[in-house]
């Protein structure tokens, strides 16, 4: 099996799993982002569990990635996401307060569940970043965010829905606005970080 990495020829395999350890020793830092195997994408389970046998395909054709890329992108996407959750939030403070309740904690369990991946993206883009920008920034950001979904865990484990619609329609009104704003920063600072320097 021909192994290609990033349009180049790495080497050669007899099984899929040689080929992948193969592509991520050579990939160094980068991290192996996709995978195709004569063309077609290599399945989950087979990169998950590589099948031991030959003749997996003539051809491996591995892509990988700046480990800084990634995060920039992750950072992008929650932006994205965050930037329609205000109106989400609205949304599910006024089913609660009409007695929705159903259909509230099913879009309130979504939304929660976007605040924590962004919360992890922002994490995840400190590290990148190290010390070129202000940890105190990310920390504040990450501890507001901690305090007001503590508060809604709370509320919902005393059956307190009235505080959760407070908290969803007031205490944690424009914070989806401010948390994307701010990744949207923190990945322009990793791409001014990850640019070629001149000279």
């Known amino acids: 099996m021909r192994v290609l990495l990033d ?11 040689e ?9 160094g830092h980068r ?24 003749g997996y395909a003539e051809e491996l054709a591995v892509t990988s990635a700046e480990p800084q890329d990634l995060v920039g992108k992750a950072l992008h996407e929650a932006a994205d996401a965050l930037a329609a959750l205000q109106s989400e939030q609205g949304a599910v403070a006024e089913l609660i307060q009409v007695g929705e309740t159903q259909e509230a904690m099913a879009r309130l369990s979504k939304l929660v569940a976007v605040w924590q ?18 940890m105190a920034t990310l920390e504040q950001a990450a501890g507001e965010l901690t305090t007001q ?47 070629p320097q001149a000279g």
Request: glycine letters at 8%; proline letters at 5%; aromatic letters at 2%.
């Open 19 to 27: 080929a992948l350890v193969l592509a991520a020793r050579t990939a």
């Open 31 to 54: 991290l192996v982002v996709d995978a195709k195997a004569d063309g077609h994408q290599v399945p989950q389970r087979d990169l998950n569990n590589p099948p031991a046998d030959e």
């Open 149 to 195: 979904l503590t508060a809604v865990r709370d509320g919902l484990q005393r059956g307190d829905l009235a505080s959760v619609a407070d908290l969803l329609a007031y205490d944690m009104d424009g914070l989806p606005e401010r948390w994307s704003m701010l990744l949207r920063e923190v990945a322009d600072q990793l791409e001014t970080l990850c640019a």
């Open 117 to 134: 991946q962004a919360d992890q993206t922002m994490r995840l883009a400190g590290q990148a970043l190290g010390d070129t920008m202000p």
């Open 7 to 17: 349009g180049k020829m790495i080497g050669s395999s007899s099984t899929l799993g």
